[in-house]
């Protein structure tokens, strides 16, 4: 898509969603959506930010901003954990929808070559290695919906306290880590 002069990208992003932030009830996590997909963008965008975890497969990249989670989709989608309010919200997005329409305007002159290209990963593959207790420690009712959080980053593994707790899990999370790691959802 050719943009004239002045013209940019992503002309809004919109928040659709805000509930309580997982980590600490008195802030908040939003989901967005942007007016674009940001599917030709994600690669040089994560060029940008060092310690993102990039997956080509599962179409996205994901980033800790001091103790704030960003997730940003190939679909446009956008998730933010650990936001004051909705001010901060907005404030944040403005940043990002800045920080994309660079990039995208800059795409030509940002070196991809040294991107890893993950394999794919599903939310069946994780549950295998998870305890199966469905005890909702880890704010969510099943094993499953923790998997499905998992693989859509708004989760960090360590919030299943059972398996980094329970010795007899140790060798199930020493796996999960790996596969996470393969997949890209993890560095290191
Ligand atoms: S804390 Fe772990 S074992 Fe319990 S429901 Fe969540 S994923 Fe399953």
Redesign the pocket.
């Known amino acids: 898509m050719r943009l004239m002069d002045n013209e940019e990208y992503v002309k809004f992003i919109k928040i659709k969603q805000k509930e309580e932030c997982f980590a600490d009830p008195d802030r908040i996590k939003i989901v967005a959506q942007s007016d674009k997909n940001f599917e030709k963008v994600l690669p040089y965008l994560a060029t940008q930010f060092p310690n993102a975890i990039y997956s080509q497969e599962a179409g996205f990249i994901s980033y800790k901003e001091k103790r704030r989670m960003i997730s940003i989709f190939a679909t446009g989608k956008i998730g933010i954990t650990y936001l004051k309010d909705e001010e901060e919200a907005r404030q944040t997005l403005e940043k990002i929808r800045k920080k994309i329409n660079w990039v995208y305007k800059n795409k030509d002159k940002i070196d991809i070559s040294g991107i890893d290209k993950r394999k794919p990963l599903n939310a069946l593959q994780i549950y295998r290695y998870?305890?199966a207790?469905?005890?909702?420690?880890?704010g969510?009712p099943?094993?499953m919906s923790?998997a499905f959080k998992l693989l859509s980053v708004e989760v960090t593994v360590d919030k299943?306290?059972?398996?980094f707790e329970d010795s007899k899990y140790h060798k199930k999370k020493e796996d999960l880590l790996k596969l996470l790691r393969s997949a890209g959802f993890l560095k290191g």
Do not use: A
Request: with cysteine; hydrophobic share 40%.
């Open positions: 998870l305890p207790l469905n005890c909702g420690r880890c969510f099943t094993c923790f299943c306290l059972p398996l």
